[in-house]
């Protein structure tokens, strides 16, 4: 992986490089120190903001069921010699279109005994953050503490598509839309990531009671949310008082390097969370 | 003459009724039973003709009794996208309806009340068939993102809904927002599904040359056997041999037909039985309430007759007498 960047790197312009040269990310997560590193990530604006989620790939990382999902390489330390807890930990949150995982990195600490993926269709940016993760992890290990970002992944993947292929039926406890693409002509609209026959699977991957968060700078997609998701008869929308109480949603407001642009210039962020309705029993 | 689809009615006393599509038209064929002593034999007519009747291919056809209009009808998807409802014995159109992409497949509900189709992109609607003057297309009941639809069922409150991305959906029916199961593991697009008729199991074919078998209260994969190593394989399942534990299987561009038997208790649940050579290429079947199996093949207008129950009772004696 490190040696694909470093090379995408000489491959551009040493104009851009220098340019745009920016200091590792990693910085916010550590809190204190701001660690300047020698070797630099590829740019942002390098990396693609579109990507029709209706083309026809299959890429190969996806599994045709969930039992082939491979968590040995995604999540080493679970899944290793070393770990000899008998009860491996699930996969039970997912960041549908994780960008540059920042999410990610901000909710590995909060759920230490659950594992996090993230969902992204672009390849470059799956890169980015699986380079991104591996350091986060190096650094853990060096600082003694070798459990730390451990539990999050990132995995290429189309979910209009594949969703159900790689969680079972109530797998999740949440799931995070952040920042999606609003996909603003009314011919694009069947590629919003929300859409009334898209609900019934993230309703089957979520569990009962199950969170589904989502966030936009975009007033119209904010609308055609929370109108989507209100109008489904499995979802009930969470009230603010109750998300007051919810220390995702700081994470969900700023985490992420699409929410601090937002914050840069001064814009809004609608926030709308919902619930997924418990199971009735259905005897046929 | 190619046929392009082709949807049976059982009816009553034993005749049945073939709709074929070929092309544009639809043809309509009577099988009358006759039945001399101990012989059974089936008399042949062709009751109508419904020429030129889409303007372009049509891509399936799906026939009923309809109760509430007191006729049989036949409700007919074409890729000239329109849906068109027609009465069968006065070969009639009665209604024409506008899809905004092309229909792949077009089934009645269990309760004869509702017209289900699915088209190219992976949306599945609904027509009520009292008020399909009425209709117009709006939401789906469900989706599949950018699939096409390649097999649909509606029975027992429940609908199946297979597609080319190698997915099988299990909705509940009418609340079809709420999904019971996926069944997941083929590796290539879904053929066809076929249900036996306590509605448990479930027996997928594919492009990927195999048979799967599937537990439908948990979408968990109890059986697979490869068919057909080859790379092109599709696999057809033709039927379930009623109440038994029989089904038939097709491959495609291969004139035969094999038939297995479905044993949950076994560690190989699905085992071949025999392999019936044809001088035709099956791709759609029947099986009637005499136990006797229908094929249709897609290059001629052969039917060729098969006594199951002969076939069942001596593999019967033979397991009985190995035990």
């Keep these: 992986m490190a040696t694909n960047i470093q090379e995408d790197i000489k491959n551009n312009s040493i104009e851009d490089i220098k340019n745009n040269s920016i200091e590792d990310i990693n910085q916010d997560s550590d809190n204190s120190k701001q660690i300047q590193r020698k070797r630099k990530l590829k740019p942002f604006h390098k990396i693609t903001t579109h990507r029709n989620p209706l083309n026809d790939n299959r890429f190969p990382e996806i599994p045709f069921c969930p039992g082939e999902l491979d968590l040995v390489s995604r999540y080493p330390y679970y899944f290793g010699p070393n770990y000899t807890e008998p009860l491996k930990p699930k996969i039970e949150l997912a960041d549908i279109g994780c960008g540059f995982g920042g999410l990610l990195v901000g909710l590995s600490p909060l759920f230490p005994n659950k594992l996090i993926i993230g969902m992204e269709i672009r390849d470059k940016a799956v890169e980015y953050v699986q380079e991104r993760i591996q350091k986060l992890r190096e650094q853990g290990i060096n600082s003694g503490s070798p459990s730390q970002y451990q539990n999050i992944s990132v995995t290429r993947s189309n979910c209009m598509k594949y969703l159900p292929t790689y969680f079972v039926k109530g797998q999740l406890c949440k799931i995070f839309f952040l920042f999606p693409d609003p996909h603003f002509k009314r011919s694009n609209h069947r590629r919003r990531i929300i859409s009334t026959t898209l609900l019934a699977e993230y309703a089957y991957v979520l569990a009962d009671n199950g969170i589904i968060y989502t966030i936009t700078d975009v007033h119209d997609l904010h609308t055609w949310m929370v109108t989507h998701i209100s109008v489904h008869p499995l979802f009930e929308r969470v009230t603010d008082e109750e998300l007051e109480s919810d220390p995702v949603i700081p994470l969900v407001r700023n985490c992420t390097e699409e929410g601090k642009k937002v914050a840069k210039s001064n814009g809004s962020k609608f926030l709308a969370v919902f619930r997924r309705k418990p199971r009735i029993p259905y005897n046929y | ?323």
């Design chain 2, 1 to 323: 003459m190619f046929i392009n689809a082709v949807s049976f009615l059982k009816e009553e006393n034993g005749d049945i009724l073939f709709a074929f599509a070929i092309n544009k038209d639809i043809l309509f064929i009577k099988a009358q039973l006759i039945k001399k002593e101990e012989e059974k034999n089936y008399h042949f007519e062709v009751i109508g003709k419904m020429l030129e009747i889409h303007n372009d291919n049509i891509n399936s056809l799906t026939l009923s009794k309809s109760s509430i209009l007191q006729k049989i009808l036949i409700c007919s998807v074409s890729d000239d996208k329109t849906i068109k409802l027609s009465d069968v014995l006065t070969t009639t159109e009665l209604y024409s309806k506008k899809c905004f992409k092309r229909s792949s497949i077009v089934k009645f509900s269990q309760n004869q009340n509702e017209i289900i189709y699915a088209n190219k992109v992976g949306e599945v609607y609904k027509i009520e068939v009292e008020n399909f003057d009425k209709y117009e297309e709006q939401e789906p009941i469900i989706g599949h993102c950018a699939s096409m639809i390649t097999d649909l069922i509606q029975v027992s409150g429940l609908i199946f809904t297979s597609d080319s991305d190698e997915k099988i959906r299990i909705s509940r029916y009418p609340h079809t927002f709420e999904i019971e199961n996926f069944c997941l593991g083929h590796k290539q697009f879904v053929s066809k599904i076929i249900i036996d008729p306590k509605v448990e199991l479930l027996v997928s074919g594919s492009g990927d040359g195999s048979i799967k078998l599937w537990r439908i209260r948990t979408g968990e994969l109890l059986d697979s056997v490869k068919l057909d190593e080859s790379e092109t394989a599709v696999t057809i399942p033709i039927a379930w041999i009623n109440e038994s534990n029989y089904i038939a299987i097709a491959i495609e561009n291969k004139k035969e037909i094999l038939i297995f038997k479905v044993e949950i208790e076994a560690s190989r649940k699905l085992r071949e039985i025999e392999r019936i050579n044809l001088n035709f290429e099956p791709t759609d079947g029947i099986i009637t309430s005499e136990n006797d199996l229908w094929l249709i093949g897609s290059n001629k207008t052969l039917q060729q007759q098969l006594e199951e129950n002969q076939n069942q009772n001596q593999n019967q004696n033979q397991n009985q007498n190995q035990n």
